[in-house]
């Protein structure tokens, strides 16, 4: 949308909207991020080579899903970022 046909109402939807998938692409990738190390210190006291490579794979899982998160909240950078309350 170009900006200078948006109305306010619009923007003030852009800018909720990216505070939204911002602020929830955010917890996501936590619970991704303790979960990755939750799987690597369970990968320090495993020794079964099965086990190992299934951690492998769910380690490997999780860094895919911080990618996708991460390329999702791309789509938003464009849009505007919530107004500063001590402007």
Same mark, same amino acid.
């Not at 799987?39 to 086990?51: E, I």
């Given at each position: 949308?170009n900006?200078?046909?948006?109305? =306010?109402?619009?923007?003030?939807?852009?800018?909720?909207?990216?505070d939204?998938?911002?602020?929830?692409?955010?917890?996501?990738?936590?619970?991704?991020?303790?979960?990755?190390?939750?799987?690597?210190?369970?990968?320090? =006291?495993?020794?079964?080579?099965?086990?190992?490579?299934s951690?492998?794979?769910?380690?490997?899982?999780?860094?895919?899903?911080?990618?996708?998160?991460?390329?999702?909240?791309?789509?938003?950078?464009?849009?505007?970022d919530?107004?500063?309350?001590?402007?």
């Amino acid at each position: 949308m170009n900006p200078a046909t948006e109305t =306010s109402l619009e923007h003030a939807e852009r800018v909720q909207i990216k505070d939204l998938v911002r602020h929830h692409v955010h917890d996501l990738r936590n619970c991704i991020n303790c979960a990755n190390m939750e799987a690597s210190l369970l990968g320090d =006291s495993v020794t079964d080579p099965d086990m190992l490579e299934s951690l492998a794979s769910i380690r490997q899982q999780m860094m895919d899903m911080d990618k996708l998160a991460s390329s999702f909240a791309k789509n938003f950078a464009h849009y505007p970022d919530p107004e500063d309350p001590t402007d």
